[in-house]
């Protein structure tokens, strides 16, 4: 492939700032069309986005001689259909995370893949920012010696749709729809990374619930993990706390000192060793999605390669998966 023309199937909140326009920013590539269901809706996008088609049908999208890449933003309840009917039409498929509900449903979608030999991109894109590179370049260069463990806290309060007498729940804690709730939604970022920085999860157990009673999928997960590498972890995720309660850091325990940084909401990375206390301030770039976007039509032009495919993005789900205890 010389010139990456992309189409993108669900064209919500996610592509406005974070991937749509990073498309049309990447040197070969080009956002040719946009899909939604409200066709009222895809013309609106396409119309502010200066995207020159624009569909109320996936099938069309996918069929549309013009494009030749595809990249799936719909709730995962849809991205195995979707991404078999791109790759059946030889079309490789970016798929937004998780990248399906459930493990099984992942493992699909790699066989399609490798049945049809077209290839699987899954947006895990802390894989290429400058922050999370830095961390990974840390740990690399031990600058706080030998990784003994991992510890990760996530609290957050409810989303303002989420409580109160007319509360209306979105998508992302409809477990069939989602696959499970926030956990589901955000922990699938972390293991990704953690997987990414120090190899595979050789084992994963926790416990799930449901406490506050706001949605059906669960709203606090507990777990601990043990990597092939020997470095283990645990972590604990909370969605129903207030809001002055809200915490996101991450703490990489070394022989020789630590690392604390954040994987949602700061941009400063702390290194303590006996020599003192070093701060890196890494903000992220305007389009988030966009140096994997770059990795991935590098990846297609047959010049490099992206840090996350269907084998890297699948993992994460099937972390989740035992870690809630669903495999």
């Known amino acids: 492939m010389d010139q990456i023309k992309w189409g993108i199937i669900g064209c919500g909140n996610v592509t406005e700032v974070k991937s749509g326009p990073a498309f049309n920013k990447v040197p070969n590539s080009t956002l040719v069309a946009v899909m939604r269901r409200d066709g009222a809706l895809a013309q609106d996008y396409a119309e502010r986005h200066g995207v020159p088609k624009w569909y109320d049908d996936a099938e069309a999208l996918i069929n549309d001689p013009d494009i030749n ?50 290839p699987v991109f899954v947006a895990y894109y802390r894989r290429a920012l ?62 990704d990374l953690l997987e990414f920085i120090f190899g595979p999860i050789r084992h994963a157990s926790g416990i799930a619930r449901n406490q ?18 020997g470095v283990l972890g645990k972590g604990s995720w909370c969605y129903t706390v207030d809001k002055d309660q809200r915490e996101d850091e991450t703490q990489i325990i070394g022989s020789k000192g630590r690392i604390t940084f954040s994987f949602f909401e700061k941009f400063d990375i702390h290194v303590e060793t006996s020599e003192g206390i070093e701060v890196f301030h890494i903000p992220y770039p305007q389009h988030v999605q966009q140096p994997l976007i770059e990795s991935i039509v590098t990846e297609l032009r047959g010049e490099g390669k992206s840090p996350s495919n269907g084998d890297t993005g699948a993992r994460a789900n099937l972390i989740m998966d035992r870690i809630t205890q669903k495999q």
Request: charged share 30%; with cysteine; glycine share 6%.
């Open 69 to 118: 890449a595809i990249y799936i933003a719909t709730p995962p309840d849809a991205h195995e259909s979707l991404a078999f009917k791109a790759m059946q039409a030889g079309k490789p498929v970016y798929i937004e995370k998780p990248m399906a509900r459930n493990a099984a449903e992942c493992d699909r979608i790699n066989a399609e893949s490798k049945r049809t030999g077209v």
């Open 130 to 191: 400058d922050y999370f590179l830095k961390v990974k370049e840390l740990i690399d260069k031990k600058v706080i010696g030998d990784v003994r463990f991992i510890d990760i806290c996530l609290q957050w309060q409810p989303y303002d749709e989420e409580v109160g007498p007319n509360a209306k729940p979105r998508w992302r804690v409809k477990p069939e729809i989602s696959g499970g709730g926030h956990f589901h939604d955000l922990a699938s970022h972390q293991f």
């Open 212 to 229: 506050a009673g706001l949605y059906e999928a669960d709203d606090i997960v507990v777990a601990n993990f043990e990597f092939e590498s």
